[in-house]
């Protein structure tokens, strides 16, 4: 009996993704590619290798009958294996993936018929649940429909594209941190450069075990928790992101349970779990298989990384399973990431030199220092460090422009030629090694030092205030560590214009059960970034939990939250104000009630289920959608309620010079 092919044998003969599955389906069919747990952990669907590509090959079937080869297809799915069986028979039939959310209401429509108008699908593929609402939405006429979870048997009349290269595999929609999204031309040469380039640099073989949260739409999802084990032939445990939200033990309980080998997500995953598991919960997990836990975040904070090692060594996690990197989609996913097994590098740099574009290295703990966590070594693609405005190459000791240029890099913008040569065209000056060459301009600072590649921020989101460059991710952290009342990951700093001069705001989430310490906390917050930036902030405003904009990967999106700002819409604190509802399992209190009143009733369970709903329509939507999202819902429940309960317990940053003053929450200094 002839041995099956191995990972090395099935890779060195693949093209494309297709291919591999194909190949890995022939040799080893029986072997479990993917499992969905449901929000309790416990499995609700898994799909085999063999299983996956007869899925996929009846779903390309169908495709191709109807004539969507080489045409476009929004994927409308909710989290599970659906999507990837409808991804997966997307290339097999030769037709562009645009991978999108599913929103519930109208409201949440603008940034899917956005994403339409800009994709021009042919198709819209969902589930035959999701099918009857995605039709009474409206804005997708003249899409055919197909629901691809009834198309479950092998089709004999598939016929495989002639696929290269250089194909189009998928429009990747970006999400949005600085910008309106644009849809990025992945190729299937580029999906297979980059996951080639993430197995090596996770070292992942066919006995590695993935465990995934995030969302399967967006790009450290679908490329990193989706596709990589599929690469690589690996196991796959994925579960929605609302359900780690929810329980984020549940993520890590998953982990210890499954010996999962790989996972990860931004910074903001590791605070919540440093919050919100409790010390009995955390000595019953086994953290001691985890060996790639990468945190992709830009920049990865040094204490994230202290704060999680420390809490759960207890329970076997090793600090040197961190595996800092830097990626994004116009790169496909992965650009740079550092060692298995290592311990991350982190360097200390002088602020002030900094703040004026220059690296400087000071002692650990020298007053004045900040602390740079690398993000690894470039892998597998060329990176220049440059001036944005001349195009001359850095000195090494120089803050520039990352510019990227190889095989992972995608195609452009989806129908925006200009943008496309102005982000993917450009060329280093009086650079003879490089002459020539096309590189992406990613937006982002930073600087190598010992081949390393430091992320310093954004040049979109960059501060300059009296000559200074202020990082605002460095004045973020301050903030949230100027009192125990800021929740970490969840604040923005931005600069404004007021009477010709640069200011600075800073807007940070209040912890929902301190509301009546809104004042010490702003006072807290302007003293440290006096004291440790020596900067004086414009405007401190301390808003609600859980309403600062982020993308769906957790990064802030500063310059929605400037737009907030300056129309009046931040949901700001009142000190004083009763607490918003409490921690799931907490019991809940009305504030409208005496003492000893009777407890308000339970939710029906069709209250429970529109609050759920809800709850997924914000993680999904971008953030300029979520404020209206909840006035809708609000609107709509309100109605129902007695007029002597509808007093509005939220109150809007009001601008206007006539508007109060809230105390203790935005103090304007003149």
Avoid at 25 to 36: K, L, Q, T
Avoid at 64 to 87: C, W
Avoid at 88 to 105: I, K, N, S
Avoid at 613 to 620: C, K, N, Q, V
């Amino acid at each position: 009996m002839a041995q099956a092919p191995g990972t090395s044998a099935i890779l060195s003969a693949s093209a494309t993704l297709v291919d591999v599955l194909s190949r890995r389906a022939a040799a080893a069919p029986e072997r479990e590619a993917y499992v969905f747990l449901d929000d309790a952990g416990v499995p609700a669907a898994r799909l085999s290798y063999g299983e996956l590509d007869a899925r996929a090959r009846s779903i390309a079937a169908r495709l191709q009958a109807h004539g969507l080869a080489g045409q476009r297809a929004l994927l409308l799915y909710p989290p599970g294996l659906d999507f990837v069986s409808a991804f997966m028979g997307c290339l097999y039939g030769g037709v562009v993936a645009v991978p999108a959310y599913p929103p519930r209401t109208p409201q949440a429509l603008p940034r899917l018929l956005a994403i339409a108008r800009d994709a021009r699908p042919a198709a819209v593929l969902t589930t035959a649940a999701l099918l009857p609402r995605i039709t009474a939405l409206g804005g997708l006429d003249g899409m055919r429909t197909v629901a691809t979870d009834d198309a479950a048997r092998e089709d004999e009349t598939w016929n495989p594209p002639a696929l290269d290269g250089g194909a189009l595999a998928f429009l990747q929609y970006t999400s949005g941190s600085t910008a309106t999204p644009k849809g990025v031309m992945v190729s299937h040469g580029n999906l297979l450069h980059n996951e080639e380039t993430i197995r090596l640099a996770f070292e992942q073989t066919e006995g590695s075990v993935v465990v995934g949260w995030l969302p399967l739409y967006h790009d450290m999802g679908l490329i990193g928790t989706v596709l990589q084990p599929l690469y690589v032939g690996a196991r796959a445990i994925l579960m929605s992101p609302l359900a780690f939200l929810q329980k984020p033990l549940l993520w890590l309980d998953v982990i210890s349970r499954y010996r999962a080998t790989t996972s990860g997500g931004p910074n903001f995953a590791y605070d919540l779990c440093v919050r919100k598991v409790k010390p009995a919960e955390r000595d019953a997990l086994d953290l001691g298989s985890w060996e790639v836990a990468f945190n992709g975040a830009e920049p990865v904070r040094a204490e994230t990384l202290e704060r999680f090692s420390a809490w759960f060594a207890p329970c076997g996690f090793r600090s040197s399973a961190f595996f800092p990197c830097y990626g994004l989609a116009e790169a496909t996913l992965f650009v740079s990431g550092g060692s298995k097994d290592a311990e991350p590098v982190v360097a200390a740099v002088s602020a002030a030199e900094l703040e004026q574009g220059r690296v400087a290295a000071v002692g650990p703990g020298a007053a004045g220092g900040r602390r740079l966590v690398s993000s690894g070594a470039p892998r597998r693609l060329r990176v220049a460090i440059v001036d944005p405005e001349s195009g001359q190459p850095c000195r090494e000791d120089r803050v520039g422009e990352i510019w990227l240029a190889g095989e992972s890099v995608a195609q452009g913008y989806w129908r925006q030629p200009e943008a496309t040569e102005e982000m993917f065209g450009a060329r280093v000056a009086a650079a003879e090694a490089t002459l020539g060459e096309r590189f992406l301009r990613t937006g982002d600072l930073g600087f190598l030092a010992g081949g390393e590649l430091y992320i310093a921020g954004r040049a979109k989101d960059l501060i300059i205030i009296r000559g200074r460059n202020l990082y605002p991710h460095d004045l973020e952290a301050a903030a949230e560590r100027s009192h125990p009342a800021a929740r970490p990951g969840c604040g923005a700093a931005f600069a404004i214009e007021r009477d010709g001069e640069e200011r600075l705001i800073v807007v940070q989430e209040l912890d929902r059960r301190r509301t009546e310490e809104a004042p010490a906390v702003a006072d807290a917050i302007r003293r440290a970034l006096a004291e440790q930036h020596e900067v004086q902030v414009q405007d401190v405003v301390l808003v609600r939990a859980g309403t600062i904009p982020k993308t769906s990967s957790g990064k802030i999106q500063r310059h929605a939250c400037r737009a907030a700002y300056l129309a009046g819409s931040l949901e700001v604190v009142i000190p004083g104000e009763a607490a918003e509802a409490p921690e799931p399992g907490a019991p809940a209190a009305d504030p409208r009630r005496g003492a000893g009143a009777p407890a308000a009733p339970a939710p029906t369970a069709a209250t429970a289920q529109n609050i759920a709903h809800l709850r997924e329509d914000l993680l999904a939507a971008p953030s300029e959608e979520r404020s209206a999202l909840v006035m809708a819902y609000l609107r709509r429940h309100l109605a129902r309620l007695p007029p002597t309960r509808q007093r509005p317990r939220a109150a809007r940053r009001q601008i206007a010079p006539a508007s109060p003053r809230l105390p203790g929450c935005h103090a304007p200094r003149t």
